[in-house]
């Protein structure tokens, strides 16, 4: 018999086994895929650490959260800054004042945000009522015919003047050079992978995988 069951292995449900068990609690935990570490499952494929279900990259301001998961892997340093490529020519992402430099050779925030304005006004908009007019507001035709427009209507199989503004109001523009995507304090990868770390967690943990809760 035990305390707890953990239905999932992933970073949740490993955290708080970890922790139960630290508390002197007797816990299994149950999954119904065939690994460990959930959503930030990594394999080995020819010496590199592939995130089988798309990329995570902690980030974390929480020194205590910081300082726990170190305990059980080491992090690299790794900064997500993103490059888009628009025909060959690429610009930095979250939209920055690099991204302003190259689109329009502007290096100060004044004239970045004055071409923005400038290019709303030309738009004719005053208040954003679609996707479309939104993104234009914020970065301003260039950049939105270029670097939003197209990705947007394949991620959304819809024009983006048929969209809700809201979608795009959280948009991160920044007025300094700083391609950095995330604003957090601490950032990186661990060292050797996510399914590592989170082994590290259950260690003198039952687990039982391949197991339907339901």
Known sequence: MYDYLVVGAGLYGAVFANQAKAQGKSVLVIDKRPNIAGNV???KIEGINVHKYGAHIFHTNNKKVWNFVNRF???NRFTNSPVANYKGELFSLPF???TFNKMWGVVTPSEAQAKIEEQKKQ???TEPKNLEEQAISLVGTDIYEKLIKGYT???WGRPCDKLPSFIIK???VRLTFDNNYFNALYQGIPVGGYTKMVE????GIDVKLGVDYF
């Open 123 to 125: 738009a004719g908009i």
């Open 41 to 43: 499952f990594t394999e």
């Open 170 to 172: 959280r948009l991160p």
């Open 200 to 203: 590290n967690m259950l260690e």
């Open 96 to 98: 920055n004042m690099y």
């Open 153 to 155: 209507m394949k991620q």
């Open 73 to 75: 892997a080491e992090f």
